[in-house]
Structures are given as structure tokens and as C-alpha cells.
């Protein structure tokens, strides 16, 4: 089944320490997503890729670093200069074109201890 | 500066009240928006997608209606499993094809 996969569902950090949340997809979607969720309030982009080895920050990317070294992953890792890291990760992917919808994968809920 | 408003941040309903649901946006130019529906702990799932106003579209008991405006998701007799937090995304103009602006979005509670 073609899908995105995020891993690990829960994540607990100790504060000064850097996490790496996994992003895959089988969908052959050139365009991936990290968004930030938080109670109340709407998803907030992190970072955004549109092709391999290319990235672009979004509206909140302080303290936090990405790669895309494949078409199928896209880690992200918050680094301890995010202040306020505990949140809801949404991964997300589409199609090239410039009217398609944006599919999500199930979440990772990082909680800073 | 671009914006999207839901209202209300929460409805309860009884099983087979129909009601909407509004999201309201101001963006310099209108390229899309998306609807999306939200169950707990889980990622959104993908439901609409209106381009231009007067559009409709429908999926089971759930019907999106888009102006110049806003959009409307329009839900009629909803049973319980319908019970989620609905999600309006919108994509400007301003933003480039990677941007989506999100509303807060809805919880709908469904009771029997």
C-alpha cells in the first residue's frame, strides 16, 4: 500500500538533547512537508523540500535542521536551540503540479521531559 | 497578510442535526483550498478540494461549498463516526505552490 510513514509515534527528550523524527513515503511524491502542530492553533510549515537535496525554511524553522538525501525520506531533527519542542509532527507529501493536495502521515508526538 | 478563520472552534450535535461548518479567508489570490479531516493523535485525511467559487463538492454526507470569501463544509444527518476535528487549509498566491495557510479548525462532536 503506497502511504506515508512516520516513526516514532511518541518521542520523549531530555532538554539539551537533539531528536531525529523519520519521514517515508512510497507515494513518488517529489514535494515533502514538516509541519508543527499545537493546541488551538493552525499547522505551522517547518520546512519544506521540492527535490532531492534541496530545502527551503518555512515560517518556524529555529532549531530545527532537515535533509533529503532521497526522493523517499525526509528526517527532520530538532536540535536543542528549539525552545519549546514539545509539539505534534506532521509529515506530509504531494505531487508535482501546482494545485495538488498535500497527504499526511500519522504524526509523531514529541514531549520534552 | 493572509488568513484563514473557523468558526465555531467547537459544535455538538446530535446524531442526524445537520449543521456547518465555515472557514472564512483573506489571501491575495486564491490558488486553492482544502479540507481535511482530523481524528486524535492521528494525521489529517485528505477530504476537498475547491479551486474557484461556486464550486461543490460532495463525499457521503459532507458537502463543500466554496465563495469568494469562504467556504462552507455542510454536513447533513451525521452519525457518531463523523465526530473529528475538520481541518481548512488554504493556498495563496502570495505563498508560492508550497504553502498552505491552516485554519485552527473545528472539533464536531456527533452524540447518538
Known amino acids: 500500500d503506497g502511504g506515508i510513514t512516520q516513526s516514532p509515534k511518541y518521542l520523549f527528550r531530555k532538554e539539551g538533547q537533539n531528536v531525529t523524527l523519520s519521514c517515508e513515503q512510497n507515494?513518488?511524491?517529489?514535494?515533502m512537508y514538516w509541519y508543527r502542530q499545537d493546541p488551538g492553533q493552525g499547522l505551522r510549515l517547518i520546512y519544506y523540500?521540492?527535490?532531492?537535496?534541496?530545502?527551503q525554511k518555512g515560517d518556524i524553522a529555529e532549531g530545527y535542521s532537515v535533509s533529503r538525501e532521497k526522493k523517499e525520506s525526509f528526517p527532520l531533527t530538532v536540535t536543542s536551540a528549539q525552545k519549546n519542542p514539545t509539539a505534534f509532527y506532521l509529515c506530509?507529501?504531494?505531487?508535482?503540479?501546482?494545485?495538488?493536495?498535500?497527504?499526511f502521515g500519522p504524526g509523531t508526538r514529541l514531549t520534552v521531559l | 497578510e493572509d488568513q484563514v478563520t473557523q468558526s465555531p472552534e467547537a459544535l455538538r450535535l446530535q446524531e442526524g442535526e445537520s449543521s456547518s461548518l465555515n472557514c472564512s479567508y483573506t489571501?491575495?489570490?486564491?490558488?486553492?483550498l482544502f479540507w481535511y479531516r482530523q481524528d486524535p493523535g492521528k494525521g489529517p485525511e485528505f477530504l476537498f478540494t475547491?479551486?474557484?467559487a461556486g464550486e461543490e463538492k460532495e463525499k457521503e454526507r459532507l458537502k463543500a461549498t466554496l465563495t469568494k470569501k469562504e467556504s462552507f463544509l455542510h454536513i447533513t444527518a451525521p452519525k457518531p463516526e463523523d465526530s473529528a476535528t475538520y481541518l481548512c487549509?488554504?493556498?495563496?498566491?502570495?505563498?508560492?505552490?508550497?504553502?498552505?495557510?491552516f485554519g485552527a479548525g473545528t472539533r464536531l462532536a456527533v452524540h447518538p
Open positions: 475547491l479551486y474557484s
Open positions: 523540500s521540492q527535490i532531492v537535496n534541496d530545502f
Open positions: 506530509a507529501s504531494r505531487t508535482s503540479g501546482a494545485y495538488n493536495e498535500q497527504f
Open positions: 487549509a488554504v493556498q495563496a498566491a502570495s505563498g508560492g505552490y508550497n504553502k498552505l495557510i
Open positions: 489571501v491575495s489570490g486564491l490558488r486553492g
Open positions: 507515494l513518488n511524491h517529489d514535494a
